[in-house]
């Protein structure tokens, strides 16, 4: 694995989480205003799930490779 894999890796898992909450947000207004109990039964886990994503740390690997070209 070497720094543009990292880098790509990071920025792949962001850009799903951004996709994933605006989604995640769509469907709880949407279920806010047609059916609240099935919208939000829908919409949580995907505005968790794109938490979940925004705020992953990075790999082991990729850490070794970021501290390794820092120094």
Request: net charge positive; aromatic share 8%; with cysteine.
């Amino acid at each position: 694995m070497n720094n543009v894999k990292c880098t790509t890796e990071r920025f792949s898992a962001r850009s799903i989480g951004l996709i994933m909450l605006a989604f995640g947000l769509g469907l709880s207004v949407l279920g806010f205003l047609i059916l609240p109990v099935v919208g939000l039964f829908f919409a949580v886990p995907l505005l968790i799930l794109s938490a979940v994503l925004l705020i992953a740390p990075q790999s082991k690997a990729c850490r070794l490779i970021t501290e390794k070209i820092g120094n």
